[in-house]
Each structure stands twice: as C-alpha cells, then as structure tokens.
C-alpha cells in the first residue's frame, strides 16, 4: 500500500486553500484519481514523485517511509523509482525522441519495443519541436516507462490522443503494466480509462 | 612585425577562454538556483573587477600576487609559481577580469529554463550532475557560444591588466595587444594597422564560425 | 637570457639606436621593454626581471635606490629637450604669440602629473604667462607618446613634445617646430639605474650596458636624437 | 582628490547605458531572428572593437573622427559637432566599445523565447512592435539587467578608449577611470585606493540594486 | 463560407508527408475537425490564422481572399480577426491573469464577464505558472475571447478540464458565440464538445 497521510498549504495571499489527502492506494494495480480543476491532483502526484515537500505529515509504502515531517525525512527524488508523465509534457527540448529514451534505458530492444507501444518509430530522430500535441504526449508517456519505474505517476496522459489510437495504446500498456508490475496511479476527467472495473478510483475534493 | 605575440594571444585567449567555461558555468548555475544575499553579493564582486581601469585592475593584482608578498612567498614556496611577469600570472588576471562576461549571460540563460525539464530528468533517477550535463547545459547552447567569443575576444584586447602584471617580455608576455599598443606607440601605423588586421580576421573568422556551430540544428519546416 | 632594458616611453626612439650600437660593440643581445616610467617603477617594485632602468626622470630612479633596489645611485644619461611642434600655420619663432591665436584650437601636452615633458611644458607656459590664456585649448595626453599620436594625426594643432619625437622614423614633412628655451622649465633629468636584479642573475651585461651609457658613441647617439647631454 | 572625475564617469555610463538599452535591443532582436550570412557579418563585425585594446580602438576612432577628416568635417559643418577631446565623443566611443556587451546577452535571450509567444500575439492583432514590447521583452527582463549592468560597468572602468580620444580634460573627459590611473602612474597609491573604493562602492550598490529588481517576481509557494 | 483550398508539404527527412485540405466550413457556426494524432489538424488551424503559410492553393472568406499562391497574397495575421486557442496554451509568462485579457480588450465590464465565464475570477492576480493545468488552459480560452473575434479556432481547448467545469463553459460559450456571432472552428477528439447536433463535423484524413 501507498499510505498517504499529508497536508500542505496552497498558495498564498489570493485564493490560498489547504491540500489534505488522507487514503492508501494499493500496489500493482491502477488507480484513478479524479476531482475538479484545481483542487489538487498534480501536487499531490508531485508530492508522490517527491517534487513537491507537503507541510505535513507522512507517506510509506508498505513499510518503507518515504516522508515524514516529524523525523524531517524526504527520500530522494532519485531513489523513488518513480515515472512521471508531466501535464505539460516537460519533454527535453535538446533531445530527439530516441535520445530520450536512451537516456532512460540502455536497453535496446525494450526502446523499441517501447517505439512500437507508442507507435513512434517513424519519429525517432525528430525533436519535441518537430511532433505534434499528441506525438509530444506519447514521447512523454515512453520516456517515463524507459525507466521501468515501479510506480508510474499519470498526470492526464492521454488528453491529446484520438479515441482509437488511446484504445491501442491503454491496452498495450496494461500488458506492460501486469508483466512489469507496475503501481499506476492516473489522472483523469474521463471514466475507466484502462477499461471498467480494472481500476480503484480516488475522488479528490475540497475540504 | 612579429608573429609571436600573434601567437601568445591566441594561446592566452584560448586558454583563458577553456578555463573560464570550467568555472563560469558552474558559478553560473549556482547563481541561477535560489536566490540568497550571499550570492547576490558574490555576483557584485564578480562584477567588481570590471569596473576599474583595466591596468588599475593589473596593478592590484601586481601588488596581490607580488613576490614580495604574503601571498606570492607562499605561492612561490609551495608551488614554486610565479604569478607576476609570466604566462601563468597572465592567465590568472585575464580569468578573474573576464569572469563577468562568462558568468552573466550564462546565469541569465539558466534562469530562462524551465522547472519542469530538471525535475523531468531527477525522476528518472538521474543525479543533478548528470541533469546539468544532459540536460540544462545543452539547452543553454546559444548562450555558452556567445559567452565564450566574448571572453576569447576580450581577452585577445586585452592591455592594460596583462601590461601591469606581464611586463611586455618577449615570447612570454607580449601579446599581440602590447605589440599593437606599442606600434601606435612609436607612431609605426603600418605595423598597428596589420596587426589590427589578423586580430580582426581571426576574431571574425572564429565568430562567424561559432555562429555557425550554434545555428539552432532543430529547423521547424514551417518557417 | 637576453638582457631586459626597462625604457620610459619618450626613448623608445633613441633605445633601438642604443641596443643596435651596443650589440655591435659587445655582441650582447637587450631586450627593451617600454613603458610609462610610473608604471615601470611599480613593477621593478614587484619584482619584474628587468636589470636596467632608463627612466623619463630622476625621480623614479631616486624612488628605487632609497627602496634598496639600485645598485648605484641613479645617474643622468639624457636631458630632455622640449619643443613647440605642429602643422598649423604660423611663424614658430613667435610661438608664444602664435598659441594665444585664433587658428590655434587645441594644444596637446602630457600630463603634467604623471609626465616630465607635460610637468616642464606647464612650466613653460607659466613662464612665458600664457597659462591663463591658452588654458582652454589644452588636451592631455597620459603620455608623451599620445601627445606624438596627436600631433602625427593632426588631431592637435600644436603639441609640446620632445625633440626626440623629430627622429621617429614615420615622415615628419609639414611639421614645423621650435625649441622651447631651457630657461622657462626645470630641466628635464633622465636617470638610468642599474637594478638589484642584474646581481642575481650573475652575468655583467647589464653593468656594461649602464657603462656603456656614459660612452662616447652613446652621447653621440643620445645628442642626435633630440637630448641634451648631461655634463 | 576630486570628486568632478566621478560624476563625470557616472554620467558617461549613465549615458552610454541608456543609448545602448536603446540600440542594442532593437539590433539583438533582430540579429535574433531568422538567421542568414548577412546578420552573421554584422553580428561579427558588432564583436570586433572588442579585440583591439581600447587605447588602439581610440587611436582609430581618433582618427575617424578627426577634425581633418572627410566624416570629421562633415560632422563639424552639419551639426556642429566635434568628437575628438569632447564629451559627446567619449560617449560615441563608449557606445562602439560596449555594445557587443549589451546586444550578446540579449540575443541569446531572444532566441530563448518561444515562437508561440510571439504568435499569440499577433492572433489578437497586435502589431510587431506591441508583441515586441508587451511580451517579448518583459520576458527577458533578466537579460536586459544583465546586459545593461555589464554595459554600465563596463563603461566606468572604460579608460583605453577614453584617453586617447577625450585628451583627459578637467571637467568635460577627465573621468574617474583616469584620475585613478593617473594615481597609479604617481604611485600615489592613497588616492588611488580611494577613487576604487567609491567605483567599488558605486557598483556594489547599483548591481545589488539591479539584482533586487530583477528577482522574480513570481514565486511559486512550492518551492 | 470559408474557402479552403490548400496544400503544404510536411516533415523533412523523417516521415514527411503531404498535407491537402479542400473544403468550406459555414460562418456563424461550430465547425468540429477530428482525426487521429499527427494528420494536421493544428497545422490547418495555423494555415488559417496565417501563422503558417500553405506550399500552394487559396484560402477565402466569402468574397474576400485571404491567402492566395498564385497572387502571392496572404493577409497579415493581425489583419483576420481570429482569436487562437493553442495546443500548448502558449500564454504570457510575464502576464497575471487579468494582464491577459487587459492586453486583448479595454472593456472593464467584458472583461469580468469573462473571468465569469472561465470561473477564473479569484486569479486575477495570478501568473500563468501559479495556476493548474485546467486553470491556464481557461485562460488560453478567455484570452482568445478577449478580442471578440470573429473567428475562433480552438486547438483541444478542453482537454484538461473535468466534465462538470466543462459542461458549465461550453453552454456559456455557445450563448456568447451566437452574441457575437462568431465562426468557431474546433479541433478536439471528442465527439460533439458543443452538444448535439449543433455541430458541423469535418474528419481530417490522409491522402
Ligand atoms: N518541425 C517539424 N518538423 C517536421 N515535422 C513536423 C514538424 N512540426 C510538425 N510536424 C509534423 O506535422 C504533422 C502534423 O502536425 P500537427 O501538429 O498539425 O498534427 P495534429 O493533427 O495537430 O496532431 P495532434 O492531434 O497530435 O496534435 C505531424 O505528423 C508532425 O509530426
Ligand atoms: N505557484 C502557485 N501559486 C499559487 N497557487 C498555485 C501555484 N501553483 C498552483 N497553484 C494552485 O494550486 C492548486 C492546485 O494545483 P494543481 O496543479 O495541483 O491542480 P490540479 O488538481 O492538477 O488541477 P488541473 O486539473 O487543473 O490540472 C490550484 O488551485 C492552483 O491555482
Ligand atoms: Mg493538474
Ligand atoms: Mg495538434
């Protein structure tokens, strides 16, 4: 389980409110969280991941803690394991997508296996600047499996993508997910997207 | 006319140039991150040396790196470096004198990058040294270049701090800059304009094929 | 190791004829490195390898023997000779008219602060009280050679310069000039000293090029290049 | 000591400063727009006067605006202007000696930028002129700091330059730069410590003075 | 009626190909394009805002050319009239909230019907990097608005917003186009963003 125990203060003088998420997710599945614009979902993957500190509080995984305020104990961002498919992509603008991967994995039949997941071997030499929305959304999705993370954090990761190119994508990547059995924890405004009853949700809301 | 100084100028600048990016790309990036008032009054006194004339600036330094000095017996004692009227001293004064032209337009440059590009890379495990280098370094390609033919151009011209400290000695000091001053000098015009001449040839040349290296390689089809 | 000759700027002209005349008598190669006296001086006093000074005074020189770095007390080897230089027109035998004149726009001197022939062509002025007069036409040069600069480019009209500025080797057609008469400054004294420096480094070259400053053929190279010779 | 020399170098970097905010933006923009050979030969020809040593770019500035001369005279009959040993002239010279200075930075700030931001722009009709003002600069704001600190310091240590082409009158091009040089030459090192430590002082002040301003105004309550 | 007739070449070297579109869209109506990731969709939109310019053919409203090959026309981007909601948002990172819309329009009372609309109102005060994914991506959608154009080409405008907040926007936003009468041209994977049947469908394929 992922026990999420945290609090943090958002934002200042103009509409400031305060984060709290107290719940677990459970390992080696998928769960979605879901809430309003702006009620707190990116900074709550980001405090996962570790690039955000909470205020307060606790968080472990299994038993193994990750944060804690009291002891003033953050564990690297480094050492967490995590993938992270930004909402804005945070694609590197000096590296053509294979580069990006390369500098995930040295493995080079899972790079292509992970090109072909992506249906992006015919853009592997292009920059970010070269790819459309959606192709720029897919490299983000690759490079943060290129680690074969344990958990992978998904900050709505398929916004840009058509219906049908989605289907073959989600589908593929569940595969990925059982066989490297990957903790997924997703953002999303759209229902079920891995499919009905395949995934916990999580609502997140004001408190 | 000598082709000597031509040479030890070159060198000087080359090296000095080397050096500068060694250092003022990591003083840089530690001036970019998190602003505190102790940086900000490390980045004033980078700025410093530029303010004084430069032969001013060499006489300080004369005086600082003076063998009669506390500091130039200790560096002769235990390095056996003498800093005043040598090659060595000549680089040392040029690095601290163009510090602030490698230094700025590289800080401003990674205060230009994005957040999210670090933290991109520090979730796939890498380290904040394998980041800088594979990450932010590269992207702030545009502004190294230009920071560097600064500080190489600068330090071809030079005069005054290498004249106080060097001492204009033949094949050791005398860089092409002394030798020009000392053509106008002497009234020998011809001899100062050709040595103006190669100066602006090799800058131009130098420029023109730098900014030729930093020509952005990613062209969008649609401009 | 050739011999390191430090020379104040205004010799830089008389120097070469030196160096080529000594390496002829004695076959010993110098090296002159040339320089504004001020600045000379403080490098000697942090340690720059030069073994003789020749300097565009005797203050300087003075400066170093009573800091312990002269071998001897300094000795005059030149006096300087002021002269009224330019292109303008006008009769330079009344110079001293001629400066307060209409067409005379700027007058370049040295600095007289930090120069010998500005310190002695601001005497000259008060001499012959043109200093009120002529005050607004000055410009300054940091050296005696940027007053030659000034004159050469004809950014000046008329400069005080020494006579040795005449023997420069670019082309001196359209100059006229006039010496300034000694009695109206303080004579220029030139000192050269033999440094501590040259007993280090073991060899004699340096004090036989000092001797040889006081030689027959070195007066005569001295006296025509546009000095005085000291008695 | 005097104080005359002082006010007279803070107005001539004043100056110069404010001339090179006014053109070296402009030519940095445009240098940093679509590249061809053109704007590289201009773009070398701006790094140039940096290799000469000041004293020898004023020789030749000296002669360029020489009152014998075709631009000299021109200059003198139109505008009834005089270059050599006037104050206007230091600020000429001072503008042609620090320009690569402030448009360098610049452009690589320039080219940094998004080419969306721009097109956003001009989707809601605004002219090239108003993106250019309204969006694009402000978010250089670094880069135009940086540069122009560099610029202002820069032109206070100036000296090379300003010697020769000024002729160090009392009052009108007798700048600080040379009152401490002159201080130096006399080895009235008193006098000289003093006049580098109010430069010293002068700059501490405006560069912490600069870097207030130029810190971020947007802080993100993450970090 | 909008008038395209256009070709572009697209891609160098790695998997470039030919952009052709031949159609009209009706004016004072919602136009939706769809197709799968990467087929052009933004570069169409971009084509007619004049911000990228077709290798061949004639673009026209009605009567009056806009881009025409053959004459060497194009007219001036500023000149259209179109509001541009990007894929990537591209706002001012040097601009709060209510900078953004001040630089598109003086109108103190539009203005704040805006920040209405966009239920943007308690981040005025707010830079574009304070604010959450949903909240830039609706004032990329209120800057837009803050011209009254009569175009408005909106490139997946709402993708990061969750289906309540969504809902709540379009049904203002379809009063505010039938207001100003404008010509909205939507790129989005979704079907019928605006409700039923209220929607022209054009489907971008390859050729
Ligand atoms: N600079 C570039 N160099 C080469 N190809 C490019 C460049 N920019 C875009 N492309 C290609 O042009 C094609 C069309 O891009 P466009 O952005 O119009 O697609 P799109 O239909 O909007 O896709 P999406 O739904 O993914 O946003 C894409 O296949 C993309 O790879
Ligand atoms: N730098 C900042 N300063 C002030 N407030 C901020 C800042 N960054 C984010 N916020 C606020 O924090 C809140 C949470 O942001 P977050 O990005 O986590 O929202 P979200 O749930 O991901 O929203 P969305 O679905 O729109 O992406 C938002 O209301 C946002 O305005
Ligand atoms: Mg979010
Ligand atoms: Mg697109």
Redesign the pocket.
Known sequence: MININIEKQIGGRYGGFRLKVDTAFRLNTITQISGPSGIGKTTLLKIIAGLTTPDNGTLSVDEEVWFDKEKQFSKRVQEREVGFVFQDYALFSNMTVEQHLKFGTNDASYMSSLLELGEMNQ?RK?YP???????Q?RLAILRALSTKPRFLLLDEPFT?L?SELKLRITTRLKSLFEEQKTTVILVSHLPNEFGKGDCHVFALSGS | MEMEPIWLSIKLATITTIFLLFIGIPVAYWLSRKQNIFKLIIEAFITMPLVLPPSVLGFYLLIAFSPNNAFGIWLHQHFNLQLVFSFKGLILASIIYSLPFMVSPLKAAFSHLPKSMSEASYVMGKSKMKTFFYVLLPNIKPAVFTAAVLTFAHTLGEFGVVLMIGGNIPGETKVASIAIYDAVETLDYSAANAYALILFAITFIIVIGVFVLNRNA?????E | QKLRIAVAANAQGVIKKLQADFRKRTGIETEAITGASGKLTAQIMNGAPYEVFLSADNEFPKKLYSEGLGVAKPKIYALGSLIVCGFAGGDFKKWQTMLATEGVKTIAIANPKTAPYGKAAAEALKYYGLDNKVNKKLVFGESIAQVNNYLQTKVADIAFTTESFLYEKTGKSGFQWARVEAKSYNVIEQGVILLKSSEKSGNSHAKKFYDYLSSASARKIISNNGYHLPK
């Open positions: 853009f292009r600047k070269q790819l459309s929305g959606g192709q959304q840009a058509d | 990613v062209k969008s089809p649609f």
